[in-house]
């Protein structure tokens, strides 16, 4: 690993030179952070476990027409992925008020809001990724109309899908977080993909009978349990035995390796000049 080119390293993952043209190696930590890199420690297996949820859900999405960066698994703790060019925006999906919004509105946590609420934030770690409205986000070129168009989309037909996903194994996802970037196409195309990873780092998941988080608020929160709960989730997502993978912070490495990888085989037929945004046009980058 240490031989590997190093492209870029954040605070739970680091991304690395990909094996074949157009494409990097994106390697889970088991760093989990919060209030943006102030709170910090290792958990023991958290990587293995956001890479395998991840790698999941990306290829589900996969197969209700949203293009991803996620070509598939390489071992416990990498993916090979597209390489794309970032939007330096977060956008935030709501659909049960907590954390921020909760605060900033005065609204009761866990009441649920009229319809999904999107939010955007400048990915910006040194200004404490600020909030952004739309005309920002054009004024200052960071994406133009038509690309927030289809983010906004995507972000929508996401949700409902994950939504439903997660309701039918006793879940509720509250909120979570999605990236994009752009691929260009051999004529200068300019085609919008979903990045990064979902997983319960950037999710708001919370059981349906009782309301316990299962997410990395339990971290911020220090409730303890963590590793426990994205077990459980990776369990109910039928993507680990129902023993587990990982107690005492050992990881059982035989059973994992056993697992299998996961490969999204539609990005991979998918040849790169099929890939149409939601408006069902390419478009030419100015």
Known sequence: MSRRKVLYEG??????????????????????????????????????????????????????????????????????????????????????AAGSLSKRLGLKEGEYLPKPLIEYYYKKDELNDPPLGEDHIVTFNLAD?????????????????????FAGIGIKLVDFKLEFGRIYGEYGEVYIVLGDEISPDNCRLWDEKTDEIMDKDRFRKDIGKVIESYQEIAKRLGLIPKDGIISGGNINEHIAASLGDIENELAKQRKLRSVIPVSGKPRTKK
């Open 11 to 96: 605070k739970a993952k680091i991304i690395y030179e990909g094996t074949e043209s157009g494409t990097v190696i994106q390697y889970f930590k088991d760093d989990a952070t919060a209030f943006n890199g102030k709170k910090h420690d290792i958990i023991a297996g958290k990587g293995v476990l956001n890479n395998r949820i991840s790698a999941h859900l990306m290829t589900k999405l996969e197969q209700i027409g949203i293009a991803t960066h996620f070509i598939k698994s390489i071992n416990m703790r990498e993916q090979l992925v597209r390489k794309i060019e970032i939007i330096p925006i977060e956008v935030v999906i709501r659909n049960i």
């Open 145 to 165: 109309h038509y690309e927030m168009e289809e983010i906004v989309g995507m972000s929508y037909r996401i949700n409902d899908f994950l939504s439903g996903l």
